[in-house]
């Protein structure tokens, strides 16, 4: 079993910054990647990021290229998604997810969930 903590949401201003933390513990090495997505009520579960453990290489979504970064530290095994220039748009519950598929986009081939950090973006 992994098990996941997300953490760092909170309300900030259009154009503002948020760094969002996803620690694992347990069976850390049950994964391969670790992901970021969000969702709002009444939609589906959106990706936003995802990192290649071992290989540090990444994916994105792209509404997000450009102002988004996710990195790891493989010390705290942690992965960390880095928001700058927020819109309101990216108002969510953003959660991390860990899959031993290598870089899916898909939620369906994450199977450890943490339980989701809320991020307001006001106008």
């Known amino acids: 079993q992994v098990q996941l903590v997300d953490s760092g949401g909170g309300v900030v201003q259009a154009g503002g910054s948020l760094r969002l933390s996803c620690t694992a513990s347990?069976?850390?090495?049950?994964?391969?990647?670790m992901a970021w997505f969000r969702q709002v009520p009444g939609k589906e579960r959106e990706f936003v990021a995802v990192?290649?453990?071992?290989?540090?290489?990444?994916d994105y979504a792209d509404f997000v290229k450009g102002r988004f970064t996710i990195s790891r530290d493989n010390a705290e095994n942690t992965v960390y998604l880095q928001m700058n220039s927020l819109k309101p748009e990216d108002t969510a519950v953003y959660s991390c997810?860990?899959?031993?598929?290598?870089?899916?986009?898909?939620?369906?081939?994450?199977?450890?969930w943490g339980q989701g950090t809320q991020v307001t973006v006001s106008s």
């Open positions: 997810a860990a899959s031993l598929i290598v870089l899916s986009r898909s939620a369906g081939d994450y199977r450890y």
């Open positions: 347990g069976r850390t090495f049950n994964y391969n990647s």
């Open positions: 990192l290649r453990w071992n290989t540090g290489s990444t």
